[in-house]
């Protein structure tokens, strides 16, 4: 007797499925579910799938993964959907931006099945209905943007298309999870104008980058032409201040020297014979006088009495025994200073006579 009932309920369900719908047996559906299993009262079902169970044409339950029980002839599976992550392409399509540019864009969609009951029941064929939601919504997106904004905004509009499409997949137990643009081609004159605006706005950068770099090349040398002229009027200046020490120190030096030869000659004026002494001095002075003449110039002054030697010493010994009586005393000459007189001009008797060598 059971085996009697196997045997009719196995005819049945081969029955059963060869009345299947043929769309649910293309190759396009195959995707979302397996072949449909027979109903031998034990089934065991893969994880991530979901069998939809109907009783007497009825929905009747979802089989879990595992182990489950049917009832021969009455229950019967019905559909067979993919809990996993599905990937579809999207098939390239024109759609014109907002600044009327037609653009030829594909992509890729990635969507999972939430509610089996709602995927099998709510639409006919799940592939085709969410391929064109996609599509649609892709064109109406696109309307709303310009053609540079597309390529700069492409995660916006994909986040723009997922939730238009989520909105009207609610009902269908499928739920979108993101959506990518592969390629967007645009006309041939198109892209010329496009390269030819990239060729131009490059141009301008470097037109612009060369102008700062000119200009910061002048900047440059003018900052450093004044530091040069800066150094330059600093070191000037510490030469200057440098000389002046200099000749003032040399200034003091030569009168130091001078005071200290005139306090020498003082006191060997001072000492015994120190009048024949300064007697020689002044005779070996008139005598080196005149090996130097005519050797600047031709033109001299020479006194009358040039060849007396003795006359001139004595004349000078006068001078000085006149000037060394008006002096102070030795002991005084330390704390009070020495004052020149002024010698008087020799009169017309005395002065020399000119005379010309050649």
Known sequence: MLRTVCRAGGALL???????????????????????????VVLFVPQQEAWVVERMGRFHRILEPGLNFLIPILD???????????????????AVSLDNVTLQ???????????????????????????????????????????????????SLNANIVHSINQASDEWGIRCLRYE??????????????????????KKRATVLESEGTRESAINVAEGRKQAQILA????????????????????????????AIRLLSEALAEQNGNAAASLSVA???????????????????????GDISGMVTQAMTIYSTLAKQTPSPQTVESVPVEVPAVKAPSEADSPQPSSTQ
């Open 181 to 202: 643009i592969k390629d967007i081609h645009v006309p041939p004159r198109v892209k010329e104008s496009m390269q030819m605006q990239v060729e131009a706005e490059r």
């Open 284 to 306: 070996e002075q008139y005598v080196s006088a005149f090996s130097n003449l005519a050797k600047e110039s031709n033109t001299i002054l020479l006194p009358s009495n040039t």
């Open 105 to 155: 864009i594909d992509g890729v969609l990635y969507l999972r099945i939430l509610d089996p009951f709602k995927a099998s029941y709510g639409v006919e064929d799940p592939e085709y209905a969410v391929t064109q939601l996609a599509q649609t919504t892709m064109r109406s997106e696109l309307g709303k943007l310009t053609l540079d904004k597309v390529f700069r905004e492409r995660e």
């Open 76 to 94: 019967r599976v019905r559909y067979v959907q993919s809990l996993k992550e599905i990937v579809i392409d999207v098939p390239e399509q024109s």
């Open 14 to 40: 081969k029955h059963s499925r060869r009345s299947i719908p043929s769309q649910w047996t293309a190759p396009a559906q195959q995707r979302w579910a397996s072949s449909l299993p027979m109903n031998t």
């Open 233 to 260: 009027s600093e070191g000037q200046k510490a030469e200057q201040i440098n000389k002046a020490a200099g000749e003032a120190n040399a200034v003091l030096a030569k009168a130091e020297a001078k005071a200290k």
